[in-house]
């Protein structure tokens, strides 16, 4: 029998987790919010399986789907759905990763992994097609009303310039997206500059929320973490460093660690960075 390419887990109440298991350091989660009227998705993975098939499995509801940022690994399912929300600022980066050169690297070293297809995958189908998606533009304050959960966009720059999360007051939760969580890259071309990072941080600090839930972690983090995170990059010290390389990214940064062995001690967090964005 074949095995099921996607693994879900809920969360919370009428809160999913969809687990994309591509490789250890490269797995992402799609996070499913259902409401009473509507559903919302956020991030559509590395579009290797079929997530729309799996969300109509867990709701018929009405999807409404949004981008928490541009990176490939969150947007490349995007063709699946008609309308897409992503910040303006993001634009731009989805434009770019979306490109065959890289979702070509990406299978090939999945492949190198061996990552587990899902039957029928074609690669020279995936690497050519064409994100035909609507893209609707969205800002800092727009609310999704699901019927009965409210979640508002909070414009969080830093991982990306255009990164969103999406708040629900109600439930007091920031879905965060990749600019909250124990692990940050900071690193990239199109990333801000640390002390706007700061920033960003200290302004998710003032929400009023209990948890976090990150799209590369299986679990709420407590709000605890923005303290930590504050800490960590206003004390990043170069000579403290280790050289960080990810063989999914060409590119390579430097990456500042506080509170324990890396990725296994509860009070763990890291920046990844380089200099010019200190």
Same mark, same amino acid.
Do not use: W
């Given at each position: 029998?074949?095995?099921?390419?996607?693994?879900?887990?809920?969360?919370?109440?009428?809160?999913?987790?969809?687990?994309?298991?591509?490789?250890?350091?490269?797995?992402?989660?799609?996070?499913?919010?259902?409401?009473?009227?509507?559903?919302?998705?956020?991030?559509? *993975?590395?579009?290797?399986?079929?997530?729309?098939?799996?969300?109509?499995?867990?709701?018929?509801?009405? +999807?409404?789907?949004?981008?928490?940022?541009?990176? +490939?690994?969150?947007?490349?399912?995007?063709?699946?759905?008609?309308?897409?929300?992503?910040?303006?600022?993001?634009?731009?980066?989805?434009?770019?990763?979306?490109?065959?050169?890289?979702?070509?690297?990406?299978?090939?070293?999945?492949?190198?992994?061996?990552?587990?297809?899902?039957?029928?995958? #074609?690669?020279?189908?995936?690497?050519?097609? @064409?994100?035909?998606?609507?893209?609707?533009?969205?800002?800092?304050?727009?609310?999704?009303?699901?019927?009965?959960?409210? #979640?508002?966009?909070?414009?969080?720059? *830093?991982?990306?310039? *255009?990164?969103?999360?999406?708040?629900?007051?109600?439930?007091?939760? #920031?879905?965060?997206?990749?600019?909250?969580?124990?692990?940050?890259?900071?690193?990239?071309?199109?990333?801000?500059?640390?002390?706007?990072?700061?920033?960003?941080?200290?302004?998710?600090?003032?929400?009023? +929320?209990?948890?976090?839930?990150?799209?590369?972690?299986?679990?709420?983090?407590?709000?605890?973490?923005?303290?930590?995170?504050?800490?960590?990059?206003?004390?990043?010290?170069?000579?403290?460093?280790?050289?960080?390389? @990810?063989?999914?990214?060409?590119?390579?940064? #430097?990456?500042?660690?506080?509170? *324990?062995?890396?990725?296994?001690?509860?009070?763990?967090?890291?920046?990844?960075?380089?200099?010019?964005?200190?």
């Amino acid at each position: 029998m074949f095995k099921q390419y996607f693994t879900v887990n809920e969360i919370m109440d009428g809160v999913y987790h969809i687990n994309e298991p591509i490789i250890e350091s490269s797995t992402v989660c799609c996070t499913l919010i259902v409401g009473n009227k509507k559903a919302l998705l956020i991030d559509t *993975g590395y579009g290797i399986g079929d997530l729309k098939q799996l969300v109509n499995s867990i709701t018929n509801l009405p +999807i409404i789907v949004v981008n928490s940022h541009g990176h +490939i690994d969150h947007v490349s399912g995007n063709h699946q759905f008609s309308e897409v929300y992503i910040h303006k600022e993001d634009i731009e980066v989805k434009d770019k990763y979306l490109i065959a050169d890289i979702k070509n690297f990406l299978i090939e070293y999945f492949k190198q992994q061996k990552l587990e297809f899902p039957e029928g995958f #074609l690669k020279e189908k995936y690497v050519n097609r @064409n994100d035909n998606s609507i893209v609707i533009p969205v800002e800092e304050g727009h609310v999704f009303d699901l019927g009965g959960r409210e #979640l508002e966009v909070i414009h969080l720059p *830093g991982h990306t310039k *255009g990164s969103i999360s999406l708040l629900d007051r109600r439930n007091r939760i #920031l879905f965060s997206g990749d600019s909250i969580s124990s692990h940050v890259l900071m690193y990239l071309e199109e990333s801000t500059s640390i002390k706007t990072y700061i920033e960003t941080l200290k302004k998710a600090n003032e929400l009023d +929320i209990d948890n976090i839930i990150a799209s590369h972690f299986t679990k709420p983090y407590n709000k605890d973490i923005i303290n930590k995170l504050i800490h960590c990059a206003s004390h990043i010290d170069i000579s403290k460093s280790t050289i960080y390389a @990810n063989p999914a990214n060409p590119m390579e940064g #430097l990456m500042y660690a506080e509170g *324990g062995e890396p990725f296994v001690s509860p009070d763990f967090v890291s920046i990844v960075y380089t200099k010019d964005n200190l």
